[in-house]
């Protein structure tokens, strides 16, 4: 007997583990803030390595209870259109098309957990939102004050909702899914089930939450799932369940082999091939630039993400190091002029995670608390790419599990010595072959 979700996650590539994602707010991606503006930057998006770009989203946004002068995108009035400020569904459907011209594909945010309290759907649908115990609408989370939740215990809500995945699963190749753990997985089992007729292939992506908000809902009577859940319908999953663990770490809370004990154990509680989306930043979280000035450490941050089990994130800006993370109520453009830049190393990362090991190698991971160092090495028959990250920047030597001999960085072509099995970094991140 095969068991609910079991095809899905049967289905699920691990060849997603070898791209890279970009995510692009189009209000704040440019000062027009328009597709045909977004549009000119394709070119150096695609040459960074980029295989997916992530559009958040391209609804019109409410009016009632509106943060800031635009709103929130996450606050949407009407699934089935364009927000008139980025352009017009023409204009969308051409930048699609100029995504899909430079061999990379697009996905488009989905919001199913609310709306807006003035969407299309609370002026023709009252009957499909939550009520609170007074019987108005509202939510169930208290800071999120400019949107409404639906309740999908209505059949009818769910064929919508479907439908009108079906309809822009016609032009794009795939779905970010907001809070998807606060919708039925039931629910997404069977969208998934509907869109792969219209588009074979589709990618699902699954803002997952941090344990402490499943608990939260949980602990007040609603629902939530748990990761593990979640990837009975979707192929990738925010690595929210560790976020945790990495900020106690950047602040000094505990030790580097904590943080990486809590990476590794993701190995044995997810399916074979669950895929992680990495992100060091994203538009909900602090600029990686911002939580790691150093510029050295940065370097060895981003390379470790990248070797990570998983499809690594850049969130626009993340490239030119800007530690401005752009306020999503009002016009606030991303700073591409902050004079730094990461983009070599980028792109010497994309190239490498495209190669097969990354997808169905072996993965190995040791930390050494002392030194702030973590090695990674991975290997798929005679194979093996190893890594050394000093996550502090500093100076050091770690067992890298790798013949005795010299080597050629491969992020920056330094020769590297390897002896007793272990090599010295000078506080730059080492990626080496066999």
């Known amino acids: 007997m095969t068991r609910k979700g079991e095809d899905t996650m049967r289905n699920t590539s691990t060849d997603l583990r070898r791209q890279t994602m970009y995510s692009v707010f189009v209000r704040n991606h440019t000062e027009e803030g328009t597709f045909a503006a977004l549009e000119k930057d394709l070119d150096r998006i695609r040459a960074l390595g980029t295989d997916v770009i ?22 949407i009035a009407d699934y089935r259109k364009i927000n008139p400020e980025f352009g017009t569904m023409e204009d969308f459907e051409h930048l699609v ?52 939740d639906l309740d999908y215990s209505h059949p009818e809500l769910w064929d ?88 106690a770490y950047l602040q000094g809370q505990i030790p580097l082999s904590v943080y990486t004990d809590a990476i590794w154990q993701q190995e044995a ?20 630039k911002a939580l790691i000035p150093d510029q050295k450490m940065l370097r060895n941050w981003t390379a470790f993400y990248f070797l990570l089990k998983g499809m690594p994130l850049i969130y626009g800006g993340q490239e030119v190091c800007s530690d401005h ?60 790419i190893a890594g050394v990250f000093s996550l502090k920047g500093k100076q050091g030597e770690a067992a890298i599990g790798l013949p005795d001999g010299e080597y050629r960085n491969l992020l920056d072509d330094s020769t590297v010595t390897v002896k007793n099995k272990k090599a010295e970094t000078t506080g730059e991140p080492l990626v080496l072959r066999v």
């Open 160 to 247: 919508y909702q479907i439908e009108t995945l079906c309809f822009w699963a016609n032009y794009i190749d795939g779905f970010r899914c907001d809070v998807a753990p606060l919708v039925p997985m039931d629910f997404w089992l069977k969208a998934r089930a509907a869109v792969e007729q219209v588009r074979p292939g589709c990618i699902w992506l699954s803002e997952s939450v941090e344990p402490e908000f499943i608990l939260d809902n949980r602990n007040r009577g609603f629902y939530a799932a748990s990761d593990c859940e979640v990837y009975s319908a979707f192929d990738l999953c925010y690595d929210y369940d560790i976020r945790g663990k990495y900020d």
């Open 269 to 288: 509680i997810y399916p074979a091939n669950y895929v992680k989306l990495r992100n060091l930043e994203n538009h909900d979280r602090q600029r990686a």
């Open 97 to 148: 098309r100029e995504i899909h011209r430079r061999d990379m594909k697009c996905i488009i945010d989905v919001v199913y957990n609310h709306t807006s309290p003035d969407s299309w759907l609370v002026e023709n649908h009252p009957e499909w939102f939550y009520r609170k115990p007074d019987g108005k609408m509202g939510n169930k989370t208290a800071e999120w004050t400019d949107i409404v």
């Open 325 to 384: 993370r752009p306020d999503l109520f009002v016009k606030d453009t991303v700073n591409w002029n902050t004079g730094l830049s990461i983009t070599p190393l980028l792109q010497k990362l994309c190239a490498l995670k495209k190669e097969e090991i990354f997808g169905t190698g072996i993965f190995e991971m040791e930390a050494d608390d002392a030194a702030d160092l973590v090695s990674i090495r991975w290997s798929l028959g005679s194979q093996t």
């Open 54 to 75: 992530w559009l958040m989203p391209i609804h019109p946004i409410g009016r009632k209870e509106r943060k800031g002068d635009l709103g929130s995108p996450y606050a």
